[in-house]
Nanobody, 122 residues
Framework: QVQLGESGGGLVQAGGSLRLSCAVS????????TGWFRQAPEKQREFVAA????????YYADSVKGRFTISRDNAKNTLYLQMNNLKPEDTAVYYC???????????????WGQGTQVTVSS
């Protein structure tokens, strides 16, 4: 069973940066894909970015492309999301998740962290 735990959220002004971390344990080759989603109040959860753990290939939502960078540290079993040039519309609870396939759909992800709040003030 893959277990994930996020950290690094907080309050930041627009234009600022934050780095989220997600500690991953129990990952197997069959759960090679890990990603970040976010959910703002009264909105559906949406895909942010994902990475294939072994190959390192990445893909992003258009709304964050060029501002956010997803990466992983194999030695530390940790997933990261570097967020730059943050905007108020990035305010949400951010979740890391693991899946067996590359996907932008939350229904394809089997394991989830508890989430970390990111608030961007204008």
């Amino acid at each position: 069973q893959v277990q994930l735990g996020e950290s690094g959220g907080g309050l930041v002004q627009a234009g600022g940066s934050l780095r989220l971390s997600c500690a991953v344990s129990g990952r197997t080759f069959s759960n090679d894909n890990t990603g970040w989603f976010r959910q703002a109040p009264e909105k559906q959860r949406e895909f942010v970015a994902a990475i294939r753990w072994i190959s390192g290939s990445t893909y992003y939502a258009d709304s964050v492309k060029g501002r956010f960078t997803i990466s992983r540290d194999n030695a530390k079993n940790t997933l990261y999301l570097q967020m730059n040039n943050l905007k108020p519309e990035d305010t949400a609870v951010y979740y890391c998740a693991a899946s067996r396939m590359s996907s932008r759909f939350d229904s394809d992800y089997n394991n989830w962290g508890q989430g970390t709040q990111v608030t961007v003030s204008s």
